[in-house]
């Protein structure tokens, strides 16, 4: 399988990172054999349809911080666009930071593969947030295959788990925590007293952060991943210009200590039910929604089975690529009968 990575950064590092490692074991156990013909950053663009060598180019990022390393497979300057139209290939995976004003480049660059025929499997979440029915519609008419379960849970298969695991019961909510930067800051507000600036300039360095930190904080990764969740599970037809959002930046560590103080905790909630919002919330100490640092929880309102909660780490590099070979599994099984 000929893939092309949109974007280098932390995701797309992460998985390189798998396939090296990992390689054998996912052609032994799944018959997948991604071959990275195509490496695209904001800087330029490198292929090779032989494989590019996978270990130069994390090399290359390291210490250059472009893949110039690359030599005579480097074309520095080309563009997402212009490089998905140059290279032969079966995948897209589309990993450039999330953008929510317009969804670019990641719009581009779904809709570019898509209409040369390629399959996508998506982890960046400004695409779907503001035109997931249409890239749905879109995937469609080109008969290729729209893969985005990284966009919501990192690594935990929250969509699939929902529309896979739980037919047959009527989903009638959805509440969770969606977002790990947020949650790992108010863990450790509530924990050990530490600031919100300083929580979360360890989240950045620690790569759980968007490009654009204020979208962790402010409330719009978590709509981002309502909307995709409700519009998946529900059928939904939501954008992020549906949901009432508030962040977390108005939290403060008196509140934090205040809800402590009661048995209870603040975590920023996303919810669909009668309306789609986004909040900081009040959840009991007890209650399955109570997770600490990166880990996100989900909460279902099933029925007749009640609440389901799935709870699992939703962000990180090493985990969000497990979510790119779960979603290359899918593409080869829908393509190997
Ligand atoms: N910044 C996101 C988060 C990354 O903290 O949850 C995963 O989508």
């Known amino acids: 399988m000929r893939v092309t990575l949109l974007g280098f950064g932390v ?8 396939v090296m490692s990992e390689g054998p074991k996912l052609a032994k156990e799944y018959g997948l054999k991604p071959k990275i013909v195509g490496i695209v950053d904001s800087h330029g663009a490198a ?5 590019l060598d996978l270990a130069k180019a994390l090399e290359s ?12 497979s480097y074309h520095e300057g080309m563009d997402g666009v212009h490089a998905i139209r140059e290279t032969e290939c079966e995948v897209v995976v589309e990993t450039t930071p999330t953008e929510l004003k317009r969804g670019e480049p990641g719009l581009s660059h779904v809709k570019t593969a898509m209409i040369k025929g390629r399959h996508v499997v998506c982890t960046n979440k400004g695409p779907l947030a503001i035109a997931m029915p249409a890239l749905i519609e879109l995937a469609h008419h080109n008969e290729v295959v729209f893969k985005f379960s ?16 739980l037919e047959g019961s009527e989903i009638r909510g959805i509440r969770g925590i969606l977002n790990g930067t947020s949650n790992y800051i108010l863990t450790r507000m509530a924990a050990e007293g530490v600031s919100m600036k300083d929580a979360l300039a360890d989240a950045q360095r620690l790569g759980y952060a968007e490009a654009d930190p204020t979208y962790d904080v402010e409330g719009l990764d978590t709509a981002c991943k309502l909307v995709i969740t409700s519009n998946y599970v529900l059928d939904s037809a939501l954008s992020i210009k549906d949901v009432d959002i508030r962040g977390i930046t108005k939290v403060t560590g008196a509140d934090v200590a205040d809800a402590s103080s009661k048995g209870e905790t603040i975590k920023l909630i996303g919810s669909v039910g ?18 600490s640092g990166t880990f996100n929880a989900i909460c279902f309102d099933t029925h ?5 909660t799935l709870v699992g780490k939703g962000a990180g590099g090493p985990e969000t690529a497990t979510s790119v070979v779960r979603d290359l599994i899918d593409i080869r099984r829908a393509f190997a009968r």
């Open 47 to 51: 292929f090779d349809k032989n494989g």
């Open 11 to 18: 995701v797309a590092r992460s998985f390189a990172e798998v």
């Open 304 to 308: 007749p089975s009640g609440e389901v």
């Open 274 to 291: 009668s309306k789609a919002k986004v909040s900081p919330e009040r959840v009991k100490l007890t209650h399955p929604l109570n997770v």
């Open 61 to 72: 990022k390291s210490k250059l911080g472009t893949l110039a390393g690359l030599d005579g």
């Open 150 to 165: 990284g966009t919501v849970g990192g690594g935990t298969p929250v969509l699939d788990f929902a529309k896979r695991c």
